[in-house]
Each structure stands twice: as structure tokens, then as C-alpha cells.
């Protein structure tokens, strides 16, 4: 960590630069806290944009099941499906 180093967090946050390495314990631990901070909140972001995807797969697959089923009554094929 000898030459400058910027760890860049999220749009919303500021640059934190760290020019020298730390001096001290103190230093050291900011500095790796700001680290897991920045890591755990992209790791919430990633983790809520995959938990969103999923919710809007399931409303495709439920549309989709709708969709299907409404295709079998029209064709007159209600509950042949089901009853396999």
C-alpha cells in the first residue's frame, strides 16, 4: 500500500483516497472497515437486484400458468393435464 490507492464506493458515496499506509492501528482499522462496508454494500445491492429478479420470474411463471391454462380451456382441453 506504499503508493496511493483510491477505493472507489458506490455513486452515492464519496472517493476515499488513502495516500501512505496507515501509521497506526487506528488508521488500519478505519481503513479496513470502510473496506467491509463498502463490500457488504455491494453485497446487499447485488443481493436485493437478484432477490427482485427472482420476484418478477415468479410473476412470469405465473402468468405464464395463467396463460397456458386459459389456452387449454379455449381448446377445450381443461384438466387433461392435471389429471396425468
Do not use: C, H
Request: glycine share 6%; hydrophobic share 35%.
Amino acid at each position: 500500500m506504499a503508493e496511493s490507492k483510491t477505493a472507489m464506493a458506490s455513486d452515492s458515496e464519496t472517493y476515499a483516497t488513502v495516500t501512505n499506509d496507515p501509521k497506526n492501528v487506528q488508521e488500519l482499522t478505519i481503513y479496513v472497515q470502510g473496506l467491509l462496508q463498502n463490500i457488504q454494500d455491494k453485497f446487499q445491492n447485488m443481493s436485493d437486484q437478484i432477490l427482485t429478479r427472482i420476484d418478477e420470474m415468479g410473476n412470469r411463471i405465473d402468468d405464464l400458468e395463467k396463460n397456458i391454462g386459459d389456452l387449454m380451456t379455449q381448446a377445450g382441453v381443461e384438466g387433461s393435464i392435471q389429471e396425468k
